[in-house]
């Protein structure tokens, strides 16, 4: 399952959920405002940014912020979904 790293107030957030839910992907959605051990991962796997939204799926974990269809569709591809 794709885990999707948000925050309240990120519009790309609300884009990217959207975009999976059109492309039928179901999500677990983890609020980085909430949760500081979740914030401190999204830093690790985005260069020490807190850029949001991150999306994951296995080892492979790619941050969708300034987004666009095509980081959505890369991310996909590249987790094989």
Known sequence: MIKMYTTSWCPDC???KRALQQKGFE???INIENDDQA?????????????VPTLVSGDVAHSLSGFRPQ?????????GL
């Open 27 to 29: 999500f677990e959605e």
């Open 71 to 79: 980081k959505l569709d890369a991310f996909l591809a590249a987790a």
């Open 14 to 16: 609300h884009v990217a």
């Open 39 to 51: 914030a401190q991962y999204v830093m690790q796997v985005n260069g020490g940014k807190r850029s």
